[in-house]
């Protein structure tokens, strides 16, 4: 896989809670210049991205988060903001379940969300962040069914938020009881190439990263 494949597969992150609108152009500029995936970015900040976008007549897509980081929003909330970022111009959304449900096994609660925000965003790409480091192995298999069974678009390991990013480990546990259809997405603690080529290996589809892209531009 060559450096450009690779630049391909990445969604160019800024999520830290102290970021200004500078720093999220700038990184939407890097996606442009080097043709990411998307740039993923605070829901702050998407109605800005998508004037700017128009502005500059580019073809950046746009990531935001909803429920994020720790997905513990009600179905209503995750509702709303989800039209709202897609109506401000989204064209993806990462959406965090709530962790709680999973330790309670309300799958079927789960289900009913993340087929809520499904239903509201179309032909729009829905990735389901699982946050793979907070479950046991049972548990991550168990969301693996319940992603397939919904309809979105992703699984995605992490937020980058919590204990653990992505692990070579999660990737392939997830590839492999995920249905076909679904993507695998890799978040948190993607540095280097050589990470970017052992999350690929292990079968993730794309890959968050706010800092990738410099330490291969």
């Not at 109605?47 to 007549?57: G, H, P």
């Not at 959304?93 to 999973?102: E, F, Y």
Request: charged letters at 30%; one cysteine or more.
């Amino acid at each position: 896989m060559n450096v450009q494949e690779i630049y391909g597969k990445i969604d160019h992150t800024i999520l830290k809670p102290d970021c200004t609108w500078e720093e999220v152009k700038k990184v939407c500029e890097e996606a442009v210049k080097y043709r990411t995936a998307s740039a993923c970015i605070p829901p702050s900040f998407v109605k800005d991205a998508a004037q700017w976008r128009a502005q500059e007549e580019n073809d950046l897509r746009i990531c935001t988060v909803i429920g994020f980081p720790n997905g513990y929003q009600t179905t209503s909330v995750k509702c709303f903001e989800t039209e709202q970022m897609l109506r401000e111009g989204a064209d993806e959304v990462d959406m965090v379940i709530r962790i709680g449900w999973v330790k309670e096994k309300k799958y079927p609660q789960i289900l009913d969300e993340i087929r809520k925000i499904r239903s509201i965003c179309g032909e729009k790409i829905l990735k389901v962040i699982i946050e793979t480091c907070l479950l046991n192995e049972y548990e991550k298999i168990k969301m693996c069914d319940v992603v397939s069974e919904s309809g979105a678009d992703f699984i995605k390991t992490s937020t980058g938020f919590s204990r653990e990013g992505a692990t070579p480990e999660d990737v392939s546990l997830l590839r492999k009881y995920v249905s076909p259809y679904v993507q695998v997405k890799a978040s948190g603690g993607i540095r280097t190439i050589a990470d970017a080529v052992w999350m690929l290996g292990a079968g993730a589809d794309r890959l968050g990263t706010s800092s990738l892209i410099r330490a291969m531009g």
